[in-house]
């Protein structure tokens, strides 16, 4: 049955293979907007925004933080090339919080020298650990 069927997921950062297992589903988020992607999918590849990946197994959901990257979609499972990625348990609270206010400091004050796709990113990063944590 199609419900039971899981695929592979494998999610490398610089700093170390995230994660290397299996998913009945996975769903993160992109430069097209959340994507839900299930065992069989067409060949695809997509950019990630930061936000939060969740990986439906069958004992429950994992979640973790995930940031900027690439997700080669195929069929039989998905390879993530990720900037950072944390479990709920590694996020710092109190840094993701002190990062938000520096971002949306940034945002609101825009001055000449302000990089803004930056300070963006920055804040979606803040906002990805936050909600991880919800
Ligand atoms: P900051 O401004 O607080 O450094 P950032 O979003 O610029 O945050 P990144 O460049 O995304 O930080 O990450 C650098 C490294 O620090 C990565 O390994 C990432 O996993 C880790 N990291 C960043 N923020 C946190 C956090 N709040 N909790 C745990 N690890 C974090």
């Known amino acids: 049955m ?3 069927r899981s695929f592979r997921i494998r999610i490398i950062t610089p700093e170390r293979v995230f994660y290397e297992g299996s998913a009945l589903m996975a769903e993160f988020n992109t430069s097209e907007g959340e994507l ?5 999918h067409i060949p695809m590849t997509v950019i990630l925004k930061p936000g939060v990946l969740k990986l439906t197994q ?3 959901k994992k979640e973790a933080a995930l940031h900027t990257g690439f997700a080669e ?3 039989d499972g998905i390879t ?3 900037e950072a990625a944390e479990w709920p348990g590694e996020i710092d609270i109190a840094r993701a919080q002190a990062a938000k206010e520096r971002a949306e400091a940034r945002i609101r004050e825009h001055r000449a020298d302000t990089d803004m ?3 963006q990113t920055a ?3 803040a906002l990805a650990r936050i909600e991880t944590l919800r």
Do not use: K, N, S
């Open 36 to 40: 839900g992607i299930y065992p069989g």
């Open 2 to 4: 199609a419900e039971d």
């Open 117 to 119: 796709a930056r300070a």
């Open 80 to 82: 993530i090339l990720a």
């Open 58 to 60: 069958p004992e429950g």
């Open 73 to 75: 979609i195929l069929p």
């Open 123 to 125: 804040l979606l990063r």
